[in-house]
């Protein structure tokens, strides 16, 4: 085998009282696509973080071409060939591209030669085999785009390890396709990439070496031929996953409620229509970015649709702001929890009385904080949120307490219609199947639910009825008796389309 | 998050106590009651605002044109007064023009959502403008008999009018901070605005509410620095909103929003009129009381940043 | 030619409709005040600008890493006094040393504030709101209520002014114009051209890519106050020079007046974009409505701040409705 360019050797990093890695060991190989899989706070963005010099290590030994090393910041990083693409794109959206892929560089002379700059800009571009206007400003590029920008910057600083930190998360399909065949382009430079995705499809189809993170320790490194796709999943939860039960037949379901006809919002989403019934589970799958979420949102008066018609028990309604939505009966629960869910830095108490404060209110707009907080303190007990009371901050709870907190904070305002926004994700196995159970009770009362889930089995096991969106489209609406998850796929992914155009 | 503001308010509260401790063992007439109500008095204008501004800045905004505000309405005020309209009119005249000022910076920075930052400095200019507009470079004196006294003398019992009011908008908003539905949205929107648009909560109106309060608070303050001058000129309150949000900010509420308390402000007002109030019983001049002020301002946000740059790398250490 | 027209870049449409707004207002007062479009007027323009240049300049640059420098006007006071004090005792120093005192000086000052800032993580609003009234008092408490006098200067100073480097017609090209503009022409050739300073958008465009491209924020930032202060410095000087006269009150009030500037000037108060040209173009404006109200007969010149207030307004407003526009128009056609 090649000699390793970068090795990491028991590294143990902890932040206050936890164990972030312990005893971490690792070797990336020139010319090798490595993929990194675990479950979340299983330490990888820990182990990308001391990579990239933004954290150090609290003891063990990074080797570079077997050369003790220390890496300090994200320059020292730099000066050891070592970059990283995120979910999210780093890009200056007031500079050009040419700017942005050449920032970092320290050696090109005081003064800018702007069309030397466009010059090795274009030839970089090229060389990835993608199409784009080094003179564009970074603000007008698609997700896709500016990570494209961000590989070129790596390249340009002569990267010799590429981490890439779910890249496709938010991609589309044929995006999707393009950063696999610039990763395998890398590869066949000699860069050693550090593919991290939940995608387990896509790791099998691009990485040679799988290692498998859990809890901060290293549980396994094998060759990709080595490893089978339940074998992974066991490694990665720590035992064969109870595999959520699939539903085959729809449960019974009462009166219409909701009638969703032609709806659509101006170059958003367009052509969705559906029924959905008291006590009825619906659920929006498709990929991410598939404006699954921005149906939601019109729905619950965020952003509203521009035409098509929304009926609640058989009546027209128009539905503009939030309050609107809440008035009659309509919840959204976001996948959003940091930014759009909950006060991190407020104690749960007052996150779960938030929408439905009105309740709560005395004599001149007084707050009865004894009933706000037996509120509060009974939502802990039934959903069995893991905090000694409701005074804690809801910033310090787990990823799983804090999914159950919000929902709280929604079930509190008794809404006959519930949209649930990726309800378990970031959450662990054990509060998904929780929340699950949660979700099947509120139908089980004649709660309405839209259930809007990237994770397929968990659409499997919720659904009564399945709708699928591709690129802002609704594709097929089907009961959980018709569906299947290749079936979803090929949906989601336009493979039919393909397989109907050839 | 608790136990951190308690103990951010027990500082202050230690340090409160050092000021009057200290003023009162180098200045014997410290203590009396006439130089505490003096004390008050010289700030009125100032403190009756720093409430309303407690709100601003908890719900993540700031209004700079507070203290132009102050000057146009007392402007307003001398100029009404002087071409003949009574007083009683003129006052609640130029209290609409409060709700008017404040109603203007809501529009801006609720509905076209343009910093505060920006357009209350672009309105610390404009309202300071047209208060130099109304009165050029003269002054007004002569106001009703009255007018004076309440700004001046006592109003019931020892108390001027100025504090009286004070006491009573302290009770009313520490309530209505602390204790009312509203209060709550205001600390969740300056906790996260989006978290409180997505909970249906009416943001824009909440931070319109605020800005016509802190329009109309000031107004009122001005007219009472009207009365307690008995005159008024161009630059009226000119420079008052750097005391104001020093008060503010050192009283524990984060520039960033969501965090501070009504009695962690009351704190830090006892302990900058005592500062102020102790050095001037020591002659010191109000310029380097206005720079121990500046000081305390930088010191109240600079500590508890070190502060806790320190305590981060101990607990680095310590795991190392 | 129509690809480039295709090609022009937001900021370029910005600085075409402020020349074009600068036009109309210089038109507009020529068709009010009799004698309007003299050389006269030019200079005295001219030289005001001089005055108020080097700080927007310096003040573009803080705005553009998405801070606040409210303390200039303090620093441009601070560095008239001592200068003008220290002459008064010195004499015979060689003018240009003067000069880099007066910059050396203000770079202090900013210093101060980007240390505290950049370093301290204390928000530029409050570190300057603080350091505004700090140096104020510094310099109130130095001067014991002295005044520099132009007869305590030396004669250089005192003739600077009137210094003339080049005339046309009969406007002439003074010293302090010439100094203001070559600092202008400076910068704009550093910011556009030097590869160090295109990092100063990079941290105004997105501070956290920053990091992660491994750029030293703190370090952009705490240049940033330094050079702003330095420029207030020179600010300071050709206030001196101007003026002769200067009492502790020298520079209040010129913090609003270049952050006018800047803003009307197209620098986006977020942060991240803006040209010293547009900056140029701003402070000219700022200061011909400043200059001419003085002159015009209808309104009296103390609606000054009035109009200047609303001219930020408007200028921000505009920018928002402009940019959310375009970012409309932007999300339509993908």
């Known amino acids: ?502 | 998050m608790l136990a951190k503001l308690k103990s951010w308010e027990g500082l202050l509260l230690l340090i409160l106590i050092v000021t009057v401790l200290v003023n009162a063992a180098i200045v014997p007439q410290f203590l009396t009651m006439q130089n505490q109500i003096n004390l008050f008095q010289l700030s009125i204008e100032k403190i009756i605002v720093a409430l309303a501004m407690t709100f601003i800045i908890i719900n993540a905004e700031i209004d700079l044109s507070v203290a132009s505000i102050m000057g146009l309405a007392a402007c307003t005020f001398g100029v009404l007064v002087e071409n003949g309209t009574p007083a009683g009119i003129a006052i609640m005249l130029c209290l609409i023009l409060g709700v008017l000022a404040g109603a203007f910076n809501a529009f801006w920075i609720a509905y076209v959502k343009i910093p505060s930052l920006v357009v209350t400095l672009a309105m610390l200019i404009m309202y300071r403008g047209i208060a130099r507009v109304l009165l050029e470079d003269r002054g007004i004196n002569g106001f009703p008999q009255w007018f004076g006294d309440l700004g001046q003398k006592a109003f019931l019992g020892p108390f001027p009018l100025g504090l009286f009011i004070f006491l009573v908008l302290l009770v009313v908003l520490g309530l209505v901070l602390h204790r009312t539905g509203f209060g709550r949205e205001v600390y969740v929107i300056g906790t996260s605005a989006e978290v409180a648009r997505f909970s249906g909560v009416r943001v824009a109106r909440v931070k319109t509410i605020l800005f016509i309060l802190s329009g109309v608070v000031s107004a009122l303050a001005g007219l009472l620095y009207a009365g307690r001058l008995a005159s008024v000129r161009g630059d009226a309150a000119s420079g008052f909103e750097l005391d104001i949000i020093t008060m503010v900010l050192l009283g524990g509420v984060s520039i960033f929003g969501g965090r501070g308390s009504i009695i962690g402000v009351l704190f830090s007002i006892l302990i900058v009129l005592n500062l102020r109030n102790g050095m001037a019983l020591m002659n010191i001049t109000g310029h380097i009381q206005t720079a121990v002020i500046g000081v305390l301002l930088i010191m109240s946000v600079l500590g508890p940043n070190l502060a806790e740059r320190t305590k981060s790398l101990g607990s680095g250490k310590a795991t190392a | 030619m129509i690809k480039s027209f295709r090609r022009l870049h937001p900021q370029t449409l910005r600085i075409l409709a402020l020349a074009i707004v600068l036009m109309l207002t210089i038109l507009f007062f020529a068709s009010q005040i009799d004698g309007y479009l003299s050389p006269r007027m030019i200079n005295r323009i001219a030289t005001s600008v001089a005055v108020i240049l080097p700080i927007a300049i310096g003040q573009a640059m803080v705005v553009m890493s998405r801070n606040i420098d409210l303390s200039v006007g303090s620093v441009v006071g601070i560095a008239a006094y001592l200068i003008g004090d220290y002459l008064g005792t010195h004499p015979d120093i060689h003018p240009l040393l003067v000069v880099v005192m007066a910059l050396g000086l203000g770079a202090f000052c900013g210093a101060i504030n980007g240390a505290l800032v950049a370093y301290g993580r204390v928000p530029s609003i409050i570190v300057t709101l603080g350091t505004l009234a700090l140096f104020r008092t510094y310099l109130v408490e130095y001067s014991g209520a002295r005044s520099i006098t132009t007869s305590a200067l030396p004669q250089w100073l005192v003739d600077l002014p009137q210094m003339t480097i080049f005339s046309i017609g009969s406007f002439d090209m003074r010293l302090t114009v010439a100094m203001s503009l070559v600092a202008a022409i400076v910068f704009w050739v550093a910011l556009s051209r030097l590869r160090v300073a295109r990092k100063l958008y990079a941290v105004g465009s997105n501070p956290d890519a920053a990091v992660v491209a491994g750029i030293n924020s703190s370090l952009v930032v705490f240049t940033s106050f330094v050079l702003s202060g330095m420029l207030a410095g020179l600010a300071g000087f050709i206030f001196l020079a101007k003026f002769g006269n200067i009492t502790v009150v020298a520079g209040l009030g010129f913090e609003l007046k270049s952050v006018a500037a800047v803003v009307v000037g197209g620098v986006n108060i977020f942060g991240g974009s803006g040209s010293i040209l547009g900056v140029v173009l701003g402070t000219v404006l700022v200061d011909t409505i400043d200059n001419s109200l003085t002159r015009w007969a209808i309104v009296s010149e103390f609606w000054r701040d009035a109009l200047l207030g609303m001219l930020i307004m408007i200028a921000v407003a505009t920018d928002t409705f402009m940019t959310r526009s375009f970012g409309r128009m932007k999300g339509k056609s993908e």
């Open chain 1, 1 to 502: 085998m090649v000699a390793p360019i970068l090795e990491f050797r028991n590294i143990f990093k902890s932040f206050a009282m936890t164990a972030a890695l312990s005893d971490m060991s690792l070797a990336v190989v020139p010319g090798e696509i490595h993929a990194i899989v675990g479950e979340n706070g299983a330490g990888k963005s820990t182990l990308i973080k001391i990579m990239t010099g933004v954290y150090q290590p609290d003891s063990g030994e990074i080797l570079h071409e077997g050369k003790p090393v220390t890496i300090r910041n994200t320059y020292g990083a730099q000066a050891l060939g070592v970059a990283a693409i995120y979910q999210e794109p780093m890009v200056f959206p007031d500079l050009d591209v040419a700017e942005n892929i050449f920032i970092s560089h320290r050696n090109l002379g005081a003064f800018m030669n702007w069309s030397k700059l466009y010059q090795s800009s274009d030839e970089l571009i090229a060389r990835l085999g993608v199409t784009l206007d080094v003179r564009r400003a970074a603000s007008g590029l698609t997700l896709a785009e500016q990570q494209t920008v961000e590989i070129a910057r790596a390249l340009s600083l002569n990267v010799k390890v590429l981490i890439m930190d779910e890249p496709t998360a938010s991609l589309s399909a044929h995006e999707v396709e393009r950063l696999l065949s610039i990763a395998k382009a890398l590869k066949a430079r000699s860069v050693a990439v550090l593919y991290i995705s939940h995608r387990l499809d896509e790791i099998f189809r691009i990485a040679d070496r799988v290692t498998v993170l859990r809890d901060g320790k290293h549980i396994s490194t094998k060759p990709i031929a080595d490893v089978t796709h339940d074998g992974m999943v066991k490694d990665m939860v720590g035992r064969a996953l109870d595999k959520f039960a699939t539903k085959t037949r729809a449960n019974e379901h009462g009166a219409l409620l909701l009638s969703v006809k032609n709806l659509a919002l101006d170059g958003v989403f367009r052509n969705v229509s559906f029924d959905l019934h008291k006590g009825e589970v619906l659920c929006f799958a498709g990929l991410i970015g598939s404006r699954r979420t921005d149906v939601g949102l019109a729905l619950f008066g965020i952003a509203p649709a521009t035409q098509g018609r929304i009926e609640l028990d058989g009546q027209s309604v128009t539905i503009s702001t939030p309050q609107q939505a809440m008035e009659r009966g309509i919840a959204y629960v976001s996948e959003d929890r940091r930014k759009l869910g909950l006060a991190m830095t407020l104690p749960i108490y007052a996150n779960i009385s938030l929408p439905s404060l009105k309740k709560f209110l005395r004599r001149l707009g007084i707050i009865d904080r004894s009933a706000e907080n037996a509120m509060a303190e009974s939502y802990r007990e039934r959903l069995s949120i893991r905090s000694p009371d409701v005074k804690i901050d809801v910033g310090k709870l787990s990823g799983g307490n804090q999914q159950k907190v919000m929902l709280a904070k929604w079930l509190e305002t008794k809404p006959r219609l519930l949209i649930f926004d990726e309800p378990t994700r970031g959450v662990d196995v054990g509060a998904k199947a929780e929340v699950h159970n949660i979700i099947r009770d509120l139908a089980k009362q004649g709660v309405a639910v839209l259930v809007i889930s990237s994770d397929l089995p968990e659409v499997m096991a919720l659904a009564d009825r399945v709708l699928v969106m591709r690129e802002g489209e609704q594709k097929g609406i089907f009961d959980i008796s018709d569906c299947s998850q290749e079936r979803v796929i090929a949906l989601a992914t336009g493979q039919d389309a393909e397989a109907s155009a050839a």
